[in-house]
């Protein structure tokens, strides 16, 4: 064998590669065995609404506490009207969400939410 | 990484000399693994997969650059020792790279759960990895330390290392075939074609392959390539072409192209991505040496 010729520039880059691959292996390992297999499971949030030029919004923040990604979410906001009409919907459709991960987005309505009662539901997802 | 000589025979390599090998490493990392850093379906690949696999897919890629280091390097003499180290901080710049990468491209942000981020960066930073180790070896113009070689290289000629030249093709393999392994189109022409075609893109090929190893006059092909009979050839082709093939079904089952499909599918996928890894096994093959 060669005798090892390095000068500190080569050592350092390998002291901080040995660094990288040792600890993404390390986490990678810890993640697999502490990751359980729990199908996605999906927590929609409403945000305050809030009135645009144009409609009114309303923030949703939905998080995937589950262990598997869902894939092509749809969600539903439903306003409740006062006078016993047909509720208006809202919907969303968000492409990804990984495990533990949290997505934000906006449904709109044209009538003022305010006031109103506001229900959000997950409609449905894939697997990916 | 596979280096070159120091010009003092001997001693260390001054700081200059390496940071001029790095950076021929960075450029190469990123020119190899352009096409997948803009790909989406590796960043999906990244937070999808199960953390055994992108473990598993680690492991991989330092065998592979563990291969190539020992077979392509510009110095065969090295020892297994120092081709380690070298695995090892390609694989540190390939984090590092796609890491800035990945930031750079708005993929990774600071409110993403970590397994989000650790899974796009590692996914990514397998290829930049062996961009950077090809990078190194190949786009160096330094060519007056090949008379070092001069002497291994004859007596390389005289006798064609089985299994170096396999391992290449399969380094060579990979390296091709990755680029359009993740993307959709490779499930959706294997759930379209009909088996008449399949038989044409398998015989299609083993034909490049033949074509590219035996008759078309590479750059190398002469020197690592027995061409002595027809059956040499014919033997010669089988095997880039089960290589081949053994690289695109290792990378699609990395993918998880062959979750809940039928093996008529997965078989499929694996011919049809089989005729970019043959490409990579034969002329990527001779280019990697």
């Known amino acids: 064998m060669s005798k090892l010729a390095k000068n500190w520039v080569e050592w350092t880059v390998f002291a901080v590669g040995l660094v990288l691959v040792v600890s993404a292996l390390s986490y990678l390992v810890y993640e697999g065995v502490t990751m359980g297999s729990d199908p996605p499971s999906l927590e929609v949030r409403l945000g305050a609404p809030e009135q645009r030029t144009h409609n009114f919004i309303v923030p949703v923040t939905v998080t995937n506490h589950g262990d598997e990604t869902a894939e092509g979410i749809t969600i539903e906001v439903s306003m409740e009207n006062a006078g016993g009409q047909e509720p208006v919907r809202g919907e969303l459709t968000i492409a990804f969400l990984p495990r533990r991960a949290t997505r934000e987005g906006f449904v709109t309505f044209d009538q003022d939410p305010r006031a109103a009662q506001l229900k959000a539901r997950v409609l449905g997802y894939e697997k990916p | ?289």
């Open chain 2, 1 to 289: 990484m596979p280096r070159r000589k120091s010009k003092k025979n001997g001693t260390c390599r001054s700081v200059s000399e390496s940071f001029q090998e790095y950076g021929r490493g960075v450029a190469g990392g990123l020119m190899f693994s352009l096409p997948l850093l803009y790909t989406m379906e590796v960043w999906w690949a990244g937070f999808n997969a199960h953390p055994w696999r992108l473990a598993a897919y680690v492991l991989a890629t330092f065998v592979l650059l563990l291969g190539y280091n020992r077979y392509a390097g510009l110095r065969h003499d090295a020892g297994m020792t120092e081709v380690a180290i070298d695995s090892v901080e390609e694989l540190g710049l390939g984090f590092i790279i796609a890491a800035l990468a990945l930031f750079l491209l708005g993929r990774i942000t600071t409110e993403m759960p970590v397994n989000e981020i650790a899974g796009q960066i590692v996914i990514e930073a397998m290829t930049v990895a062996i961009g950077v180790s090809v990078g190194t070896a190949q786009l160096g113009g330094d060519k007056e330390d090949e008379g070092i070689e001069g002497d291994g290289g004859s007596k390389g000629q005289s006798e064609i290392h089985f299994g170096g030249q396999t391992l290449l093709a399969f380094c060579g393999a990979t390296l091709f075939a990755a680029n359009v392994a993740p993307t959709e189109e490779i499930v959706m022409i294997a759930i379209e074609i009909s088996w008449l075609r399949l038989i044409g893109l398998a015989f299609v090929s083993l034909l490049i392959g033949s074509l590219i190893l035996h008759y078309s006059e590479f750059t190398g092909a002469r020197e690592f390539v027995r061409t002595d009979n027809l059956n040499t050839v014919v033997v010669g082709s089988i095997i880039t072409y089960a290589v081949a093939l053994f690289a695109a079904a290792l990378i699609l089952w990395f993918f998880g192209r062959f979750d809940g499909v039928s093996l008529y599918t997965s078989l499929a996928q694996v011919i049809v991505l089989g005729v970019a890894a043959t490409l990579g096994a034969s002329a990527g093959r001779l280019l990697l040496q």
